[in-house]
């Protein structure tokens, strides 16, 4: 569940996406195309780069027979039949990693990404039954959720099997410190964390322009959240340790190609924006706990104010609860177990956040 943290003090270089099928440059060499998804969020942005006679592919959208008719027609229409030479997936999630088994196979080209984008989707395609085990649902339930959400939650795993093609057999590891030589162009790997671990991005200090997958997007905050596998993880201090490395080592000056939404300059900008929004949501559960300790689930109503599905309570418990497990880290909260079971939290002080 990205949530909406709109900016103002953004400058869009297109105005409007390409239309369906159709590609835009947006750097030498760099074209960007949409592959729609069946979301709320309604679409995932591509790019392509040259590459030699061909060109290299970033990110694929979800595997549906929609999703590889947009791919054929792609390469068959806008490409010039320029052959794909290469795809390179910036992070496990379905709509970026989705049909790169499909094209990978199909187009005889090498996968490209990160060792924990690539177990992590392997582990979850192989084995989608894992997170029905009654160590993950009692998780869920120790935190407060009800039985209808948790048993939504633990059927996750069968929809990401629907929406990713069989992997590749073999990949090409990135690490972050690379240099990606694409064409004539070299890209510097960087790495992000928070919203997926190791994310992947790619910084090309001579054009300016940084393909910052979802890191930083440009109107919506990308989803922070715990998942059952690693309940004590603490995904938002190392999202905002991800966004305080990207102001520190990419200029203000770079265009930012995210993975939705609009490309954008601004990038320091919306860093600092980003950074307020996740404080602001701190102290929104800092003050709902100074008088009673609440629960994860308990606490959702703080953050989220419409009326949630389970489906979308699912996504707003993971994230409420990125928040707490930050504030417990940093001892503004502590954490207790009562006699039915359900931690809680309380004894909110006030968090050192650094800027």
Known sequence: MKSAVTSQSLTFPHASPPAP?????????????????????????????????????????????????????LIAGTLGGRPLTRLIVTHHHPDHIGLAGW??????IPLL?????????????????????????DFYTRHGLDQETTATVAT????????????????????????LKIGEQVFSVLSGDGHAAEQIMLWNNNGGYL?????????????ISVWAVEPNGDPLGLYLRSL????????????????????????????????????????????????????????????????????????????TLAHVNYLLRQGALTSHVGGDGVERAGGA???PFQK
């Not at 094209?103 to 005889?108: G, I, K, M, T």
């Not at 690539?118 to 649902?137: D, F, G, H, Q």
């Not at 490395?245 to 265009?255: E, F, G, K, Q, V």
């Not at 800092?286 to 629960?295: G, M, T, V």
């Open 21 to 73: 099928g159709e590609a835009v440059e947006v750097a030498p060499g760099v074209l960007w195309m949409r592959i729609a998804l069946p979301f709320r969020l309604d679409h995932v942005n591509i790019y392509l780069i040259r590459d030699c006679e061909g060109w290299a592919a970033v990110d694929t959208g979800i595997d549906n027979p929609s999703t590889r008719a947009a791919w054929e027609a």
């Open 103 to 108: 094209l990978c196979e199909r187009f005889d």
């Open 113 to 137: 990404t990160s060792e924990t984008c690539y177990l992590a989707c392997l582990n979850i395609s192989l084995n989608p039954r894992s997170i029905e085990n009654k160590v993950y649902s």
């Open 156 to 179: 996750l795993g069968h929809r990401y099997l629907k929406m990713v093609s069989p992997l590749p057999p073999t990949f090409q590891r990135l690490i972050a410190g690379d240099a």
């Open 211 to 223: 393909l910052a997958a979802d890191q930083v997007l440009a109107k919506i905050t990308p989803n």
């Open 244 to 319: 305080r490395a990207l102001r520190a080592d990419i200029p203000a000056s770079a265009l930012v190609l995210p993975g939705h939404q609009l490309p954008f300059f601004g990038l320091h900008r919306r860093v600092d924006e980003l950074l307020a929004h996740h404080r602001e949501r701190c102290d929104l559960i800092l003050d709902a706990c100074r008088a009673n300790a609440k629960s994860a689930a308990e606490l959702v109503p703080a953050l989220f104010h419409r009326k949630l599905d389970p489906h979308q309570m699912g996504f707003a418990f993971s994230e």
């Open 349 to 351: 002080t006030e968090v």
